[in-house]
């Protein structure tokens, strides 16, 4: 079984301040998948990034920008600088093998003009 | 390109009644998948098609709910009859590639449900 933890409920923080978003995950797959996907009020689900398990190296799109170290099984995203457009319900989710996608719980960002 | 269609947004109806959510994915993607996604929670996936054939249904209510998928395009997913713990967002999501590989899903914006 995979299993996919956001332990942060809710952050709030002030714009143009920088902001991290924590994700853990267990999986006994030596090759998965992981994402992040953004939820606006509209509902929609946004795809943001997918990451294997094989390719650790950081990424930076903008003032995104991403974490993931298997020694601590964590994948975590960090935005730089934040807007209030990034106001949002962020998920973190895996995929190992044949199981499915499996998501946190999400965090609720707020950033406060 | 469009992205994953979804209808109605939202939807309000009485315990018992019965309701129908519909979905025209991404164009050319093979696989669809429909999730349920209840207030404060991550979605959990309730039934995978490729094409239309049914990949994963493990996690769907079978009692009550029912999907299809013609022709491998649109698909709709039905509640019979519905309950109070249905009430959720249910989210359609489609990728190019046939099940078992991974690839990324890109979702719609979902059906609102509320069940009184």
């Known amino acids: 079984a995979q299993k996919v933890t956001q332990a942060q409920t809710e952050i709030s923080v002030v714009e143009k301040e920088d902001v991290t978003l924590d994700c853990v995950y267990e999986t006994r797959d030596t090759t998965y998948y992981l994402f992040w996907y953004k939820q606006p009020p509209s509902g929609e689900l946004v795809f943001l990034i997918r990451?294997?398990?094989?390719?650790?190296q950081n990424e930076i799109s903008g003032r995104y920008s991403w974490n993931f170290q298997k020694s601590t099984s964590s994948f975590n995203f960090t935005i730089t600088a934040s807007q209030v457009v990034d106001s949002a319900v962020y998920f973190c989710?895996?995929?190992?093998?044949?199981?499915?996608?499996?998501f946190g719980t999400g965090t609720r960002l707020t950033i406060i003009p | 390109e469009a992205g994953v269609a979804q209808s109605p947004r939202y939807k309000i109806i009485e315990k018992r009644q019965s309701v129908a959510f519909w979905c025209n994915p991404i164009?050319?993607?093979?696989?669809l998948y429909w999730y349920q996604q209840i207030l404060g929670q991550g979605p959990k996936l309730l039934i995978q098609f490729q094409n239309n054939g049914v990949v994963d249904d493990s996690q769907l209510p079978k009692d009550r709910f029912s999907a299809e998928r013609l022709k491998g395009v649109d698909s709709t997913l039905k509640i019979q009859p519905a309950k109070l713990e249905d009430s959720a967002v249910y989210l359609c999501?489609?990728?190019?590639?046939?099940?078992?590989?991974?690839?990324?899903?890109?979702f719609g914006p979902g059906t609102r449900l509320t069940v009184l």
């Open positions: 990451r294997n398990s094989f390719d650790e």
């Open positions: 999501a489609s990728s190019p590639l046939p099940s078992g590989s991974t690839d990324t899903q890109y």
């Open positions: 164009s050319g993607h093979a696989t």
């Open positions: 989710a895996l995929k190992g093998g044949n199981e499915k996608l499996t």
